[in-house]
């Protein structure tokens, strides 16, 4: 059985000009248009303020994987609930999906995402590991991580038995 899944590991709100203008409506639409299924947070989506990425959760089709920001809700005005998770079955296999946004404050503008506090990936990923790979059953986890290439490396040498890295 197969299966192929288009994602997006975050900054995908504020790249442009156009969504300076917009606050990113214009690349959800091109993120829905072409089929996009899964993002996560990046820290260029607080550029577009908390409103707008608010809107923009609500507008868009795809699901957004928060796997480290667990009081987000709490902090923005009309914010629906991000899953931790999503669980895909693959045949008879089981794989999750997590979604990280980097923790790095030097990225982030003053009151980006409302002021949720954004754990550390390495313990997000670790624990999310343990309660799926025990308690869900998965067969594999897949990350996507929003954060350095050289964090990446780090996370892939003290938890690569875990699972591979999408970045």
Not at 17 to 31: E, F
Request: overall charge negative; some cysteine.
């Amino acid at each position: 059985v197969d299966l192929c899944i288009t994602i997006c590991a975050g900054d995908f709100l504020a790249p442009s000009l156009l969504s300076s203008l917009d606050k990113g409506a214009g690349m959800v639409d091109i993120l829905d248009a072409v089929g996009c299924q899964y993002v996560c947070l990046g820290n260029h989506e607080a550029d577009v303020g908390n409103d707008a990425l608010v809107k923009r959760i609500h507008q868009s089709k795809f699901v957004w994987i928060n796997s480290n920001l667990p009081d987000l809700k709490n902090k923005l005005k009309n914010m629906k609930d991000l899953p931790r998770f999503q669980i895909l079955n693959v045949g008879e296999k089981k794989l999750a999906l997590l979604g990280f946004l980097t923790e790095d404050a030097s990225l982030y503008r003053p009151d980006s995402f409302g002021g949720a506090t954004i754990q550390p990936i390495m313990e997000s990923a670790k624990e999310l590991s343990e309660y799926l790979l025990k308690e869900e059953e998965v067969d594999l986890i897949l990350p996507m991580t929003h954060q350095s290439i050289a964090l990446d490396r780090k996370m892939a040498n003290k938890m690569g038995h875990l699972f591979p890295l999408l970045t």
